[in-house]
């Protein structure tokens, strides 16, 4: 169970079989990040040995159940959501045979087997269970997440409040308070809240916006921090499903913007480009030879403008682009492991108090630049980065290194 002396840390446990999630939406869990809490930028956990293979195509099959026509093929629709980013398909069948088997089942609450564990589930029960009085659409939100969470499972996703990274600093009484209104037992939240995954996960820290997350209220942790129900697959969902099911025909935006920089006199350099799905792609030149790496830099919105920048030739590299909520990013690399870190800029004199994020106009530009103070390399570098405010004003954030 979790830790009594100190609750921030939580340990380790091993988990089979289907995974539970919640039954019914929480109600303090829904409040946004508490004022001066800390934000936190996270990301998708994964269980490798549990994914398909890329370019599979799943047959689903639906048990049958009370809903709606409509309401079958609304979540069909949801689920189907992850194609649009990883290299993988769903068919939904009419018979068995079928990979992923779904029942709906009052009694059953919402689980699902991880990944192709579903394989030792017999052919003739259900690998997956969608409580069908949380479909009723009282709550679109929650049904939207709790479709996408068990499909999540369904592709080899983990629970984020469970990455082997941690983050969460929790207040457990609280949990366990919260857990108790619908039927969960201590050991229950210490299994599948409070402890951390020791399976082959393959994480950075959690992703508070993330549809694996369940809902924290600032209650329930010792710093403030929360997540709401997150209805969309967030940023990193995206890229982790993309970067875990990738495909070898890569269709580029046909809106996409291109950057590039160079360094060693313009004899190596890099060029940066979008996918269809929002990945942004990287491309390296080594003399007269161009390479494109392995992995993906990061997500941005579709058809973002992109700008890129170095020095040090060439080991210290920025990327900046636009998210989906029209907010600067920057994808800074790392060159050993090769690694790309994200943030999202903050603006040093933001034009609404409540908006402290470097937010643009939906049609915005990006360029950027970087020097040293009198060509000086021993000293900082310099960066700025130029967008356009909401406001129509090109003001730039000033950033030090």
Partial sequence: MASTTDPSQSTFRVRSGQVPC????????VTARAAGAPERKFRMAIVPETLWSPGQTLKVYFYSNDLTPQKNQWI????????????????FVNNLPAD?????????????????????????????????????GADPDYERMTVLHEFGHAL??????????????????????????????????????????????????LDGLSVMMYTVGPDETLDGWSSTTN???????????????????IPICPETDCASTSWNGGRDGAAYWQDNSGCILEAKLTGDKWVTTDGIVGYAKWGSPLAA????????????????????????????????G????????????????????????????????????????????YAQRKLNRILPPPRRL
């Fill in 342 to 385: 994200y943030k999202v800029l903050r603006d040093p004199a933001p034009p609404i108090r409540s908006d402290p994020m470097f937010s643009t106009h939906p049609k915005s530009r990006l360029a950027a630049i970087c020097w040293y103070d009198g060509g000086d390399v021993t000293k900082p570098v310099n960066i700025r980065v």
């Fill in 309 to 340: 920048i170095n020095w040090d030739e060439g080991k210290q590299i920025r990327v900046y682009a636009i998210s989906d909520e029209n907010q600067v990013v920057e994808f800074s690399y790392v060159p050993s492991p090769h690694h790309w």
């Fill in 100 to 136: 992923i088997r779904v029942s709906f089942n009052a009694k059953g609450g919402n689980n699902s087997q991880i990944g192709i564990r579903a394989r030792n589930v017999p052919a003739d029960q259900p690998t997956m269970n969608l409580d069908p009085e949380g479909m009723t």
């Fill in 76 to 91: 069909k629709d949801t689920a189907s959501d992850w194609t649009n980013w990883a290299n993988i398909k769903f068919d």
């Fill in 156 to 205: 080899g996703a983990d629970h984020e409040q469970q990455s082997p990274s941690g983050g969460i600093r929790w207040n457990p009484p609280k949990v366990y308070e919260k857990y108790a209104k619908i039927g969960w037992k201590k050991e229950d939240v210490d299994m599948w809240v409070l402890s951390y995954s020791a399976e082959n996960t393959e994480a950075t820290p």
């Fill in 22 to 29: 919640l039954t019914k939406p929480s109600t303090s869990g």
């Fill in 231 to 249: 209805s969309r697959l967030s940023q990193w969902d995206r890229q982790w499903i993309a970067r875990h099911y990738p495909s070898n025909d």
